[in-house]
Every structure is written in structure tokens, then in C-alpha cells.
């Protein structure tokens, strides 16, 4: 096959619009001779014949998708505008933009807003007739979108952000690029996105990386932060950028933009690049160090505008006010680079003493042959040349990853499954006996049945030893993990959540002890600028008002070191009215709003980390399946007796795992379960102080759910017993306490004593009379340990005596950021559970679709067998002939469609 990309998929197209003539002519003949009303084979054939015709249509109508992200003031926007010859996309200084544009190629111009949740702004077609209303709808600092947007998200953290739609000539297609000519076929669409830095919303996040499926992605950096005060930075933006929206590394381009902005005394250009080419490919762990293109952006944004979109130019084609307000913006915006230009040469020197910005507008000094000129220049000196040279190269290379496979992928593994049906339909045809006949059908009954219960034996099998490695990582068990059948799938999730902890530690839990050990007006202000990048800010500015609330009502720093504590006895209380009163203040901040904040925060925070590592789950999990479904593939092929039947019986689908895709609503840690009352991280203090050989007698169905207090380790059905005001008057008091910073030796008075008798006794009939008297007596003299002996035994004579002392106090900041570790470490292990679930399901559902599709070709196989009798007395060779015929063509056809895949996924590899 040829290099050229264009060349590829024309070629591509054409090898399937033959196979489909092909396949469509081997029909007609199987409708005429040989296949005796075999209704799902013709209708399995039909599918394939409209497969291939779907997969012919998208190569001759492919689409070149390529998406712009930029690290900070990266200059991402002003490259995009200055590629499509068009000012769409907004380019001011300051943070512009916000979800998704995307702008396609087309004779028209137009603009379409999505809806979207909670928008702030109007949805639908907008009336657009030129690129600045385009632009001002987007970018008008009062009832502009983005703008819009912004001061919504600052309200409201369940906005989600724009997805605007345009469609408008571009230049690469409509030869506005000296020496650059798209094919007539291949469409183009632009993708302007935000940089990932300000996406802190994981559903935002998830948008855009569905918009970029298919997508060659621009990386766009700053040349600033190439410097070695800003290059770690500038990395960790990169890696993060990559991680979170790229699925193929290969598919990348990087731009080192405003070269221009270079000083004498810099370091070469070729050693800064190279130094970050090693950088970069050390950072993403790529196989080779990846190209990087130096551009200045600016002056080709400013010239590309001033020529516009197609072949001839707008001065040329009457335009020239339009025209010149891009030249005079260049001269003015481009002066150094102007200067640069001039000393390259004596004819550029010459040309700028003649054309400036001050005789723009006079007759007979600029005429249409100008703009080109200076185009040409700006093209080469902003290394524009260069940027569509590489992306060509690129396309080379991966068009069969980015284009051809996605294309023809499903239909060579429909033609592969069809070609192995057809020679073993052909082996039955062959047979000559009736009593040959009978044989094979008794064979196949026996091998369907062998089958369906290798293949329930091994789905049972499967799911037991996949939750047993689930587990192991739910307890971070080492050594259970190592000894699992998908170790190192398992380990390397186990190390990126263990990554996600260790920044969740650092951008949220540090500064916020920090802030609270400090408080100062300089040391919030900075809290809430270091929250507002990895949270929504309305969440990092409540947490900024919360804390600032707290030092108001009397919070010191040396309660956020040593904790607050008042003790005193009840007879005392009156000569604390001013202690009493700042703990009540704090205490009802710290429940009312600083620990429901924090909570919506950390769940945010982890929502976002692990969304960007979708594309990591899903491939650990497609390496799962894959080795499952080779195992089950090995295990069914030694049953089956010989290739014909194998064929048959395992269709090529099975052998194939496709592309993985989890729930859209994997990472929703903020679900409660049903008939919770505590959360974990209140809970699970008071859990861990049961001793594990006490934890062991609870019977592990128990035991294994979220750990809640004690008597919420008993069954459902023996919970639901209990009316819900027994169990709100028992557990509200125990939440409130046993929940984090704050606890009163009087509660135990409250929960255990002020309780009516007839309550506490409900509870202990209704609950514990189910559960063994062993265990739960072991449970209640761990658990009730902090309680005041003399309280328990008091209880049990019917003794409510009140307390004779007063004890409140607020926990340190240290303890408190321990208690959220916990916390981190329980939504871990809530995500193991759901990421077991969903593996698990996708892995039930092959198993499953096999399983039907297994039943499906033994009906199809035995109906065969039955005609096969009337077929005996028939002019059997004729038949045999045809469908021989039939099946050598389809297997070539085959062939020829899976080399073709092959060779597309192979030059991917040896790139």
C-alpha cells in the first residue's frame, strides 16, 4: 500500500467496496442453490454485506479530526485561527476558553450551542453572518458564553460547560495554505479546547474526551516555560494534558509556540528543544523522544487572516478593507519579528522600506501580489511550512489507526466469523449417509452441551477469582494481589490510585492544614487560589469563606496544632460561658459547613484524577478480558474434535476483544448506599477497634459491606425489623460524634441512658437476638470501651443517673487530616467495588453474548443436518460444488480484509 495518507485511504476503500461486490455476488449464488430457507445465515450475511458497505462509505467520506489544547497562555487559540485563515476561537489575554468548540469544514457558516445542564446561557442555532458575530457571542465580556459561563461556574459547581458547534470554510480545505491541498473527500474539523489545567469537573472532562475520539491532538506550549525555573511546571501540565484526553501517544503533535519571544541571551533554540524533547518522552513514558514544532503563531494568525480561506485572497478579490485590518494589526503586534525578517535578507529589508504600516491604505504601493508575498515569508519564518509538513507525515503514519481500522474493524471480524460458518456448513454438505448424518447431529448436541457448561464453569470461575483480586486491593494486600491471576493489570491500577492519594494529600489536605495552623488574610487568599486549580472554585472559595469564618468566631492556631478542650463539672459550667460559647460556634461551622464542604470537595477532587485515567482502566480492563477470553478460546477448543467444528462453534469475535468502554458513572463515589446511616469515614474508627478474630465471627456477607457501627453489620433483613425512629434516635447522636473532630463524654449518657428503656430494649431484642450471643457480647466489650464502665453497668441495672462532669472538645487539624486519609483510603475501596462490578459485567456480557451465539449456530448447524437428508436425494455434487466455491471466496475475502487491518496496526507499532 502507498505512504501517502490520502493514497491509504483511497486504496483502503477500494480493497472493501471489492470485497462487498464480491461477498454480494457469493449471496446471490447461496440464494439460488444450496442454502434450503437457512434464514439466519442469509440474515447473518446481509449484516455483513451492510457492514462492509458502512465501512465503504466512511473511507470514502473520511474525516481529518484534529484537536488544540494549549499549557498556560500557550498562545493555543491564536494558532487555531491563524490554521483556518478565521478569528473563531478567542484569543485575549486571560482565560477564554471553556468546554468544547468544534468547527467543521463547510460551505456555510453557522453556529448551534448544545444543551448542556444548568446553562447559563441560550441554547439552540444563533443567527451568525459573519466570524465576528461569531466571536462576540463567544467571547463578549458581558452576555458572552464564556463569559457566561465563568460567573455561573463561580455560583454553582453543577454547570457544566459549553458545547458550541460551527461550521465555516477553512483554509487547509479550501486552499487558502501555500503548498498544502487537502483531498476533495476528506472532511476537517477543529476542535478548540480548554486548557485541562482549569478543568476541575470530572463530567466536564469526560466530554471532551469523548469529543476526541479519533483525534490527532496539537499540543501547544509556551516558550516561557521552557526555562528551568518553569520546566517541572510545565511538565506536569503536559503529562496531565496527555493522560487525560489522548489515547493513542502516537496521534500527538507538540508546538513550541512565541519563539519570537527568544532573547539574545537564551540558550540555543535546537538545545532547548531537544533538552524537552528528552523531558517530554522521559515525562509520558514514549518509546522515542517525540518531534517538536518551533512556531510563532502570531504572525501567522495575522496573515492567514489577511489572505483568508480559499486559493485567491481577499485583496484580490475586492476585500481589501477586510484585508488590511489584519496587516495593519501585524505591523503593529509583529514588530520584532518584522525586524528579524528584514535582516535576513536584503530583498526583505527592501520590501518593508517600501510597505509599512503607514502606506497601507495609499493607492498604488500594496497590491493583491503583495499579501501573497509576505504570506509566504510569514509561513517560513513562523514555521507554518514546517507544522503542515510534520502533520502530514504523522497522518502517514497513522491513518490506519485514526481512520481505516475504526472503519473496517467490526466488519473483518463479521467476514472472519462468516468465512469459519461457511466451511463448516460445507463439511455437513459433504457428508453422503443418512446414517453420517445422524452421527454428526448427535456429535453436536453432545458438544453444545460440553460447551455451555465449560463455559458456565468458567464464567463462575472467573468472577470468583476476580473478586478475590478485587478484594485483595480493597485491603491493599500485596501479597494477595501478586498472587492473583492478573497481577500486574491489578498492581499497576493499585499504583495510580495510590498516585491519586499522594495528590489529593498535596493539592487539597496539605493546604488546607496549612491554612489552619496560619490564619492569615495572605495565607486564605492563597488556600483559595491553590483550591481553585484542582476544584471548582465555588467549592475553593466556600472553603476560603468557611475557614475565614472559623478564625472569626475564635479559631486559633494552636487549636489547629493542639486541638480545643474544655473539661470542666457541671456545677462549673457557668464560669465557661465564653469557652462554651466559641466551641458552640465552631462546632456548629465545622458540622454545619466546613466538613460537608470538605467531603464535596475530596469527592470532586478524585472524581476529576480518576476520570483522567479512564483511558489506563479501560486498557487494563480490555487486557483482562483478552486473557480471559484466550483462556476460555483454549479451554472450548480441546473439546471440539476438529477444525470444521471449531469454526462453528467459536466465532472469531470471541477470540478478538474489542475496544473497552466503562459506565459513564463509574467514579460516582458521592453515592450513598440504600439505608445508610453513617458515612465510612464516620464509621470506621469505631470498626477498626473491633479485633479481627472478632470481626471473623461476623459472617462475612456481613462484615464485607461498607463497615458502619456495629449493629450496622447485621443483615438487611434483620435491620429492617427495627422501626426507622428506633434506629434515627439510636444512631443521629452516635453519627454526629463518632464522625470526626468533635466528642462529649455526655453522649453516652444521651445514646445509652436518656433513651427510653423500652427503645434501647427494642433495639437489643429486635437486632441482637438474631446475631449469636457470643459475637455480639465479644462486639459490645470491644466497641463500648470508651464508654465509662460505670455508665455500662449503671445502664444494665436501669440506673439513668446524669453525669456529674461536662467534657466537649474539637480535634487538631493533624487529626483531622488523618481522619480524611481514612476516608480516602474507604472511597478507594468504594472504587474497587465499582470497578469490579463493571469489569465484571462486560465480562458476564461477552460470556453471555457468546453463550447465545452458541445456541444460535447449534440450531443453525442441526437445521443444516435435517436438510442435508432431502438434499441426498438431490444432484448432491452440483451443491457441494457451489458451496465449496462459496466458501473459498469468502475465506479469500477475508484474508484479504484482515492484511489489510493487520498491516494498518503494524505500521502503527514500528512507529
Known amino acids: 500500500m502507498k505512504d501517502n495518507a490520502f493514497d491509504q485511504i483511497e486504496a483502503a476503500a477500494q480493497r472493501v467496496k471489492d470485497v462487498h461486490d464480491t461477498v454480494q455476488e457469493v449471496a446471490r449464488t447461496m440464494q439460488e442453490t444450496l442454502w434450503f430457507g437457512n434464514t439466519g445465515l442469509m440474515l447473518d450475511l446481509q449484516n455483513l454485506i451492510d457492514g462492509l458497505n458502512r465501512a465503504y462509505q466512511e473511507l470514502c467520506h473520511p474525516c481529518l479530526k484534529i484537536a488544540f489544547v494549549g499549557t498556560t497562555s500557550s498562545g493555543k487559540s491564536t494558532l487555531l485561527n491563524g490554521l483556518s485563515g478565521r478569528r473563531i476561537a478567542p ?67 453543577e454547570v457544566m460547560a459549553p458545547q458550541i458547534e460551527i461550521t465555516a470554510p477553512l483554509a487547509p480545505k479550501n486552499g487558502g495554505i501555500p503548498r498544502f491541498q487537502m483531498p476533495p473527500s476528506l472532511g476537517l474539523e477543529f476542535y478548540d479546547l480548554p486548557g485541562l489545567k482549569n478543568v476541575t469537573d470530572s463530567r466536564n472532562l469526560q466530554v471532551i474526551q469523548k469529543y476526541l475520539a479519533g483525534s490527532f491532538l496539537v499540543v501547544v506550549l509556551n516558550y516561557s516555560d521552557t526555562n528551568s525555573d518553569t520546566r517541572k511546571k510545565l511538565l506536569l501540565e503536559i503529562k496531565q494534558t496527555v493522560v487525560s484526553v489522548c489515547k493513542n501517544k502516537e496521534a500527538l503533535v507538540f508546538v513550541l509556540n512565541r519563539i519570537d519571544e527568544r532573547n539574545s541571551d537564551d540558550d540555543p533554540l535546537e538545545e532547548c528543544i531537544e533538552g524537552l524533547r528528552k523531558d517530554i518522552q522521559a515525562a509520558l513514558e514514549l518509546n522515542e523522544a517525540p518531534l517538536i514544532i518551533p512556531m510563532s503563531a502570531l504572525p501567522l494568525y495575522h496573515l492567514q487572516t489577511a489572505w483568508g480561506v480559499e486559493r485567491e485572497p481577499l485583496y484580490a478579490k475586492g476585500q481589501i478593507e477586510k484585508s488590511k485590518e489584519h496587516l495593519r494589526k501585524f505591523f503593529v503586534d509583529c514588530a520584532k519579528i518584522i525586524a528579524s525578517m528584514r535582516d535576513e535578507s536584503e530583498e526583505k529589508d527592501a520590501w518593508f522600506n517600501t510597505h509599512t504600516k503607514r502606506n497601507i491604505d495609499k493607492e498604488g504601493v500594496w497590491n493583491s501580489n503583495d499579501v501573497p508575498q509576505l504570506l509566504g515569508w510569514v509561513y517560513e519564518y513562523s514555521r507554518g511550512y514546517e507544522f503542515w509538513k510534520i502533520l502530514q507525515m504523522k497522518l502517514d503514519e ?141 467549592l475553593a472559595h466556600d472553603v ?67 476520570q483522567q485515567q479512564i483511558s489506563f482502566f479501560e486498557e487494563k480492563t480490555k487486557v483482562i478480558l483478552s486473557g480471559a477470553m484466550v483462556q476460555l478460546f483454549g479451554d472450548i477448543k480441546e473439546l471440539i474434535p476438529n477444525v470444521q467444528l471449531e469454526s462453528m462453534l467459536i466465532p472469531i469475535q470471541m477470540q478478538k476483544t474489542s475496544e473497552v468502554t466503562l459506565p459513564d458513572n463509574l467514579f460516582s463515589l458521592d ?97 441482637y437476638n438474631d446475631v449469636k450471643k457470643t459475637v455480639y457480647d465479644d462486639v459490645k466489650e470491644v466497641v463500648t470501651d470508651t464508654v465509662t464502665k460505670t455508665v455500662i453497668e449503671d445502664r444494665k441495672k436501669n440506673i439513668t443517673e446524669t453525669v456529674k462532669y461536662y467534657h466537649e472538645s474539637l480535634r487538631s487539624a493533624g487529626e483531622m487530616v488523618k481522619q480524611w486519609e481514612s476516608g480516602l483510603e474507604l472511597g478507594e475501596g468504594e472504587l474497587w467495588n465499582a470497578l469490579g462490578k463493571a469489569i465484571g459485567t462486560i465480562a458476564a ?67
Open 91 to 157: 484569543i485575549e489575554a486571560g482565560e477564554m476558553s471553556a468546554g468544547v468548540v468544534r468547527i467543521r469544514n463547510d460551505t456555510t457558516l453557522s453556529m448551534t450551542v448544545l444543551e448542556t445542564a444548568n446553562m447559563a446561557w441560550k441554547a439552540g442555532s444563533y443567527d451568525v453572518q459573519s466570524d465576528d458575530e461569531i466571536y462576540r457571542a463567544l467571547r463578549d465580556k458581558e452576555s458572552g458564553i464564556m463569559e457566561r459561563y465563568w460567573k455561573a461556574n463561580a455560583k454553582n459547581t
Open 398 to 538: 497513522q491513518i490506519g489507526a485514526i481512520i481505516i481500522n475504526p472503519a473496517i474493524g467490526k466488519t473483518v471480524n463479521m467476514l472472519e466469523t462468516f468465512s469459519g460458518q461457511l466451511k463448516g456448513l460445507l463439511a455437513i454438505l459433504q457428508l453422503s449417509t443418512e446414517e453420517e448424518i445422524k452421527k454428526e447431529k448427535a456429535l453436536i448436541e453432545v458438544l453444545a452441551q460440553d460447551i455451555k457448561k465449560k463455559l458456565e464453569d468458567f464464567k463462575a470461575q472467573f468472577i470468583w477469582d476476580f473478586n478475590e483480586s478485587i478484594e485483595a486491593c480493597r485491603k491493599r494486600d500485596l501479597h494477595a494481589i501478586e498472587n492473583s491471576r492478573y497481577a500486574t493489570q491489578f498492581g499497576e491500577m493499585q499504583d495510580i490510585l495510590r498516585k491519586i492519594r499522594i495528590d489529593i494529600y498535596e493539592t487539597v489536605l496539605t493546604p488546607i492544614y496549612n491554612t489552619l495552623c496560619d490564619c492569615d488574610s495572605d495565607h486564605l487568599d492563597a488556600l483559595e487560589q491553590q483550591l481553585g486549580e484542582a476544584v471548582p472554585r465555588k
Open 544 to 610: 476560603r469563606r468557611i475557614v475565614n469564618d472559623l478564625v472569626n468566631k475564635g479559631y486559633m492556631a494552636q487549636y489547629a496544632r493542639n486541638g480545643f478542650t474544655i473539661k470542666c463539672k457541671e456545677s462549673e459550667k457557668s464560669r465557661h460561658t465564653d469557652e462554651l460559647e466559641c466551641m458552640k460556634s465552631l462546632k456548629h461551622i465545622c458540622y454545619s459547613f466546613f466538613y460537608p464542604r470538605l467531603k464535596e470537595l475530596l469527592i470532586y477532587r478524585s472524581k476529576l484524577l480518576l
Open 671 to 767: 453515592e450513598e448506599q440504600e439505608g445508610s446511616i453513617l458515612t465510612e469515614q464516620e464509621s470506621r474508627e469505631v470498626w477498626e477497634k473491633i479485633p479481627k478474630e472478632i470481626q471473623e465471627k461476623i459472617p462475612r456477607e456481613v462484615w464485607k459491606k461498607k463497615p458502619r457501627v456495629v449493629w450496622e453489620k447485621i443483615p438487611k433483613s434483620v435491620w429492617e425489623k427495627v422501626p426507622r425512629k428506633i434506629v434515627d434516635k439510636v444512631a443521629r447522636q452516635e453519627c454526629y460524634d463518632a464522625g470526626g473532630s468533635c466528642s462529649t463524654d455526655y453522649r453516652y449518657r444521651t445514646v445509652y441512658d436518656n433513651v427510653e428503656k423500652t427503645v434501647y430494649d427494642d433495639v437489643e431484642k429486635v437486632i
Open 845 to 911: 456480557d461477552a460470556m453471555d453474548e457468546y453463550a447465545k451465539s452458541l445456541a444460535d449456530t447449534e440450531s443453525r448447524i442441526l437445521q443444516t443436518l435435517d436438510a442435508q437428508f432431502d438434499v441426498l436425494k438431490q444432484d448432491k455434487l452440483a451443491i457441494v460444488a457451489s458451496a465449496d466455491d462459496c466458501s473459498r471466496v469468502i475465506t479469500t475475502q477475508a484474508e484479504a480484509l484482515s492484511a489489510l487491518q493487520e498491516y494498518c496496526l503494524e505500521r502503527g507499532r514500528d512507529r
